[in-house]
């Protein structure tokens, strides 16, 4: 089993940047994708970026495209999601997720199968 911690959530204005961090302990050996989702106050729970192993491969949902970049640091067992020019509609809690069993990428949040507690963002206009 994977445990995953965020962090670097926070309030910031329109426009502003974010960089948010995935510390990933347990069982981390073995090359796993990771991936980025997000809930607003009422909503589902959404996909927002996936990355493999490599790092190589991403994808990114359409809301985000040329925004936010995901990245990870192996060595140091943390994923990150570094957030450009915030809306307001990107508030939400941002979970880290790990697909410990599969090394292909998935924007499915029922494909992952280890999960963070989340970190709150909030975007004021």
């Known amino acids: 089993q994977v445990q995953l911690v965020e962090s670097g959530g926070g309030l910031v204005q329109a426009g502003n940047s974010l960089r948010l961090s995935c510390a990933a302990s347990?069982?981390?050996?073995?090359?796993?994708?990771m991936g980025w989702f997000r809930q607003a106050l009422g909503k589902e729970r959404e996909f927002v970026a996936t990355?493999?192993?490599?790092?190589?491969?991403?994808d990114y949902a359409d809301s985000v495209k040329g925004r936010f970049t995901i990245s990870r640091d192996n060595a140091e067992s943390t994923l990150y999601l570094q957030m450009n020019n915030l809306k307001p509609e990107d508030t939400a809690v941002y979970y880290c997720?790990?697909?410990?069993?599969?090394?292909?990428?998935?924007?499915?949040?029922?494909?992952?199968?280890?999960w963070g507690q989340g970190t709150q963002v909030t975007v004021s206009s």
């Open positions: 997720a790990a697909r410990t069993k599969y090394i292909r990428i998935s924007s499915r949040a029922e494909d992952y199968d280890s």
């Open positions: 990355i493999t192993w490599s790092g190589r491969t991403t």
């Open positions: 347990g069982r981390t050996s073995g090359a796993y994708a």
